[in-house]
């Protein structure tokens, strides 16, 4: 016999490895933050808790490239809010730019997440497929022509159109092949069942989102027929800890993932999630040992990526073994409110990708002129945080803006306007010299609404202001409540019963009875009952002003330097006693 011939009879006894190891690569949240978002991730020290500068899409596609040389079998998921609610130099060209950089970084899977239908289920579509159609006030394809869409899978296997048909691909399949063995993993994209009711109605018309866990235990057995042998489910909802970010215990684990894992069929193998813009590594068994899944998230804005490892027996085709750990996406050093944070050895630094970054310099060229252009100035920083009565100062100077938007009878004649806390996305803090940019405004309101009023009852209002308590997610214990403007006020007591909760409603020193009719200003979003707020769906339009961004930029032009206003408008009776506090 030939050195030839035995040499191929020895490669055909040789046998199959018993294992094939397998990377996952998780993240979620990104929110188009192409550039290093000036946020720290806190690991612990010799001498406590030590700040570790985090993100940017240029050092993120190093990160996963590093881990993807260092494991050969990979693949890279994201579970949703990679575009959506993002910093000026995405949103400004319809978050193009992220998904070009993403791309980049040559990913598998986006689970679709409640921000990627902010601009509607088409725009959605075009972002998927690439095109250059219109569907929003701003124009597409500013810098790519055509703009030739994701390079990866968008999943949304419970987001379903009418006739049926889920309005993405429902699952994926990726195999892995090593010495003459096959491993086949089946991923599940998921979309959180109460997206309708965080994003404008007008954008997700025609579809409807089923429960999360039916929908995954549906398919199962339907990837399991297609060869999978690990079934890993990403999932755009998620929870919090009390731990650190690479413990296991899942202590403390709460939030609207639980009653979904507690539904979830036990064949799953890893759930990869994310909403809450939290970070976690969960051995689920150690909750509940009847489902012992491996639960991750990877924070928010790209500054963690989770090295997911599963050990798969190529006989059972069974996962042996599965841990994860957080990698800190550790590129360079910034200044913030708290001072300098400064890159740590102890922790790997990641180089800039020199592709991911020629598009990020790209698109930040083409929006500095328009993002550092002054619109006005402020005389202190005007902020999210909530009074105890649960209105902001910043959510109060946009309703105020609304307002003087829509004073006009030829604008509507809105009498006073209303905001919601969710529309807010950042704090407004001017500079050394009291100056306020383009491009915080945009941080501010990056949604692209505009502005409707509508003539309301005193006892429609009522209705409506209840619902921050008792509508959907909105509760007593997670209230959603509404900034308001100057010249409106009410007391509530969450004490009292649902319906009953809402007092004391005043405009201009007059009250608010059931038979008033009051014309209130608001953001298109809220107009078709966003955030839960179903009763301003039931009253129709009346005119509106213009763009809720250049709304708030002629605010400032006109009433510079503008100061934060009271939170005094709302009061928030003490529970149980009926006095204000």
Request: net charge neutral; charged share 15%; with cysteine.
């Amino acid at each position: 016999m030939g050195l030839l011939a035995i040499l191929a009879g020895c490669a055909a006894v040789t046998p199959a490895p018993q294992h094939i190891d397998i990377t996952l690569i998780g993240f979620n949240d990104l929110h188009g933050h192409l550039e290093p978002p000036r946020l720290a991730v806190s690991v612990p020290g010799p001498a406590g808790p030590v700040a570790v500068p985090a993100g940017g899409a240029a050092y993120l596609a190093s990160a996963i490239a590093a881990l993807k040389a260092r494991h050969p079998h990979h693949a890279v998921v994201s579970a949703g809010d990679m575009v959506g609610a993002s910093p000026l130099a995405s949103a400004l060209f319809l978050d193009e730019p992220t998904i070009e950089a993403v791309n980049r970084m040559q990913i598998d899977f986006n689970a679709v997440g409640n921000h990627e239908f902010d601009r509607g289920w088409r725009e959605l579509l075009r972002l998927q497929h690439g095109g250059c159609e219109q569907f929003t006030v701003r124009a597409p394809c500013q810098l790519s022509r055509p703009f030739e869409g994701a390079r990866f899978g968008f999943l949304a296997a419970n987001t379903v159109r009418e006739d049926g048909q889920t309005l993405l691909p429902a699952t994926g399949l990726k195999r892995f092949h090593e010495g003459g063995a096959t491993v086949t993993v089946g991923f599940i994209g998921l979309t959180l069942k109460a997206t309708p009711t965080m994003v404008s109605p007008t954008g997700v018309a025609g579809l409807r989102f089923e429960d999360e866990a039916a929908t995954a235990n549906a398919l199962v057995p339907q990837l399991r027929a297609q060869g999978a042998d690990v079934i890993v489910v990403v999932i755009h909802e998620g929870g919090s800890t009390t731990v650190g970010i690479n413990e296991t215990s899942c202590a403390g684990l709460s939030g609207d993932i639980v009653p979904i894992l507690e539904r979830l069929d036990p064949a799953v193998d890893v759930v990869v999630s994310g909403h809450t813009h939290r970070a976690y590594v969960c051995d689920y068994a150690s909750v509940n040992p009847q489902r012992p899944f491996l639960l991750t998230s990877a924070g928010l804005y790209g500054t963690l990526v989770t090295d997911i490892a599963l050990r798969v027996d190529t006989r059972t085709r069974r996962v042996l073994r599965k841990a994860a750990r957080q990698v800190i996406v550790q590129g360079e050093g910034f200044t913030g409110p708290q001072g300098r944070v400064d890159t740590k050895a102890a922790v790997p630094i990641f180089a800039a990708d020199p592709g991911v970054q020629h598009i990020v310099s790209n698109y930040r060229a083409a929006a500095v002129p328009l993002a550092q252009r002054p619109v006005g100035q402020a005389n202190a920083a005007i902020v999210r945080q909530p009074a105890p009565s649960l209105e902001t100062p910043l959510g109060n100077l946009i309703a105020d803006a609304q307002l003087a938007a829509t004073r006009l009878p030829a604008q509507g004649g809105a009498q006073m306007s209303v905001m919601n806390p969710g529309g807010v996305r950042a704090d407004l803090v001017p500079d050394g010299q009291g100056l306020v940019r383009y491009g915080q405004l945009f941080a501010v309101q990056p949604f692209g609404n505009h502005l409707v009023v509508k003539s309301l009852t005193g006892a429609q209002l009522r209705a409506a202001l209840e619902q921050q308590f008792h509508s959907g997610t909105n509760t007593p214990e997670r209230p959603r409540v509404l900034s308001v403007s100057a010249g409106f006020g009410y007391s509530y007591d969450l004490s009292r019963p649902a319906g009953a909760r809402i007092s004391h409603m005043v405009l201009h020193g007059q009250p608010v009875n059931d038979e008033t009719r009051v014309r209130v200003a608001m953001s298109n979003y809220l107009a078709g009952g966003g955030d839960n707020f179903t009763v301003f769906a039931q009253v129709p339009d009346m005119l509106g002003g213009g763009q809720d961004l250049d709304v708030l930029e002629a605010y400032f032009r006109a009433h510079s330097p503008v100061a934060p206003p009271a939170t005094n408008r709302i009061i928030r009776s003490a529970e149980g006693t009926g006095l204000s506090q």
